[in-house]
């Protein structure tokens, strides 16, 4: 398109932006016009994308991170094509696809929902990386920024990512519209302040005014030129651009326009031009498949193997079945084990630094590409990407993410490394699944299940070693539980996992010397729970004891009960849990003082057993 | 001290590092060994500390980002006269207080906990803020940080606030050893790299030989000559240094040294120096005292108000009477209204921009000097810093966090914006408070009330106008709730808070025109839950029907549950929550989507009656 079309373009662009904000009766517009210039110029001169094939391997990829400007992602589907005008009006109502933030869900061309600022640029890095490094299809990533997202760490670590691992696939374009929410950005349209940080992390940076198309468009083809480095393009802005009333002005942030004809009027009033969005090349790589059939690894019952050792060797073999599984580190792939699969499969392996939030969304990125991701740290740090989980459940991404050193069990080092809190934050993510295996055997083959399951799949691994108890040809997965200790005397039911499952066999053992007998419940998947095994032993012996290496809220206790809130009388139960602060000690020490060893759970079985006596 | 004296000290601290690691079993003695010129310079010749005063108001302020490095600070400790050699030898050990990685709550010199890396730079800008714009006793922060740790984007969101803010005050010290737990770091000893990032930051950074103590002392010299901007101090040490089997050498992260006698022996062998740290000067600044009597906002019953603007009101007024109160924003003060504090008391606001992970670590800063914060964003991006409120725990700091737009009921703007996990995550942070209010002098009573609370604090308001149901005169506070329907009819009891108490007295009030009488009762009060009120309405209605605007998992229904987890046998008890994932639609029909509006409750508690009938 020469300058004239590209123009009008922009103004139709902006035009359709308000008429959906308006007919929704809330949005961003004036977040949607500033950049919309930039919008029309990619979409008319450089983007190479099929909007009927969106699955073609050699799309460019495109993220509007700034989603709350939604409107001038849909004005530009319509501009090219790929949804009609009559939709683009249902913006914003009950039952359109057209959110207020963009999600994948439902609309074939969006990557990765958007909404929480400072993530497009970190998962699209994430893409860039699965371009260059796992699809090799020659495609580029392209993402659309806010000023004010800058602010956020999340976009440095992404830039230091991208800078290191020379993601010349990668353009960033920064609507530089000086305006946040609430007022002025720190930087306002300085855009040499924005240039400099970019250009210190490894990138090249191109100033640009945002509101000339022809200036626009060179800087696209400086960008595309630029090898061994990302690219970030700094567009000076105007938020409102276009129209007076509005325009750079303070206090209209996330309002529909107060008078929107006139507005259009302003704008030149509708168009109705349809982009011919350049097609991507023909060529498309195969996808990688099975190689070979998995061989997991097998444990002798009675061995002594800390499961995250079982994680990394269970993780290796998946990748030499599958070949679109991939491994990311937080540069503790030594302590998480990781490093198996490193030794196994380095093009497959992706060294993330310690940078949770990068891990996550670059495993989100591979994940929107196809890949089925493994990003490992400390099950404490995977707090840091709390954000990025929750939003990659929103995109709908299968991504698999394991965290080692959980609980109290870790010994000396401290609250700081202890997970004590991860099963909550995973079991409130939308529809995921939680693991917490107690044993070399069980963890491998839950290792090798996660990869098909749909959603967030989080397994919780152990630092220290623990015996083997199951045999390798038993089976394992979501929903599941095995029932270890079992008779027809029994008194109770405690229901453990992980480290807790041994200290409650041994329980069970020493009270059974005294003639008190316990089932035992072996809950490994903490979400989906199995109601029927533990509503039958509510039944049979009439009372629950839970018992977890976490805090007391959101993780076993609060799985087991959810279960019974079915309506019908609830079992009688109680809860050890991690309930004081801990300092360093060894292992066996720490499970000691929070009361969730053998010697703590033989107590509370006896005073349970005591009061049933008594009563 | 001069250079004969300052190289001693260092070798001191590498010696007793190497001890009290040795006698540990376990922790990080090369991490430790890079450092200790750094630390011995510091401490003898630029330091301004009184160990019998920790409270001082004029001490500098010192916090070791890299907190695996704790030898060497207890090592400090020592040399300082501070602890003596057997306490350092218990280093690790149960009921230590010098445990694996620092914290505040039994050391009185320890500022913040540390342990999860690029965590210590932004507490340390929080202090070095309230230093320059609260305390104004000319004290300086100084924290030391691992050259690992800059990969965090944490760090860069505390540079780029520090940056802005210019506090010259702070003083960063980097610790550029090459290695970090797994294998070289993305940049090596490349100094230049880290300069370059600091600089476009507007940070002063100065280059330096780590291991030469004229020039360290020279570089500190420099660090506290800088005026305008914060200075960084790039070092560039050996891990291990001074130990030739281990320094500078990959795989012998976080292990004590394999020959500790002969480590000792190459390092010159013990001794027992003791350093005359500086004195603070004498000046100290009163803290700040109460101003006025409180005097809550008050709004009317029926009135329609949102609770976001009865927090925002009643914080301005909580900071009229209390001058050790200070707010910060996520730069969305517009939304949660804490706006109005900025108006009423300009130099007690904060803003942060779109930074959560440094929101909270200022909150966390100023709280570790004796403030009060109120940290206020979206329920939703709080998950941003979910790791900086686990640390805060472990520190033991008071902070209060508001979370605004909570749950589908903010309608149109979809998932990304909704907080339907806050919750999960603030009930699983240890020795937390929940409020989740559904009226504005509901609210403002809870804003005065969590001032005066132990540990975190969270508030979470709603972003839609709810009609006021209590007077002003009414009190509120932690383990509270209020029974608003009752009579000795009653079939069920609804238990909700926030948004769903409304919903459920328009269920009651429309199930009572058809004979069925349930209570109602408002859990504003998440954790700590009133468990007498729950079990008093269990044992007379005989089910407990929870409502909450949240996903299932971790929230209202899971705190109910709690209570019942103490051995007697269970209540009936049904949950309505969030279970699928919201679109775009308007509050009610985002709440009738959910199954959680009065219609929701209606039928689930008809359906309730009814199978209690047919039994």
Redesign the interface.
Known sequence: MNTTELAALGQQLRVDSVRASAA?G??HPTSAMSAADLMAVLLANHLRYDFERPGHPANDRFVLSK?HASPLLYAAYKAAGAIEDGELLT???????????P?P??VPWVET??????QGLPIAAGIALAAKRLDRTGYRVWVLCGD??L????????A?HAG?ENLDNLIAIVDVNRL???GP??HGHDLDAYA??F???GWHAIETDGHDVDAIDRAYAQALATTGQPAVILARTLKGKGVASVEDREGLHGKPLPEAEAAIAELGGPRTTHVRVSEPPAAAAPRPVTTEALQLPAFDVGEEVATRDAFGKALAALGGARGDVVAL?G?????TRT?EFAKAHPNRFFEC??????LVASAAGMAVRGWVPYASTFA??L??A??FI??A??S?LGINLVGSHAGVAI???????MG??DL??F?????STVFYPCDANQTAKLVAAMASLDGIRYLRTTRGRTPVVYGPGEEFGAGGSRTLRSSEDDRLTVVAAGVTVHEALAAADRLAEDGIRVRVIDLYSV?PVDADTLRGAAEETG?LL?VEDH?????L???V??V????????????LAVRT?P????PD?QLH?AGIDAAGISAAVRL?VE?TVAR
């Open positions: 929704a809330s949005g989603g913006f914003r109502r009950l039952g359109s696809r057209l959110e207020g933030h999600t869900r439902r929902a958007t909404g929480s600022l400072g004010s997202e602010a956020e760490g999340s976009v440095w670590e992404a230091e290191y946040g929410q609430r950005t720190r400099r940080r250009q210190a992390f580190d540069e503790v792939g030594d302590s490093e630094y310690i940078a949770e939030q990068q404490a740090f707090t840091r709390h954000d929750r939003m459940s929103i709908g010994g000396q080092d401290g609250p700081s490394q004590l809190e909550a934050m079991r409130a993510v939308h529809g979400k009372c839970t805090h007391a809220e959101g993780g206790g609060d799985a009960a959810e019974f809130a079915d309506g019908r009388p609830g079992p009688r139960t109680v809860r602060m300092g360093s000690a060894a020490e003082a349970l009061e």
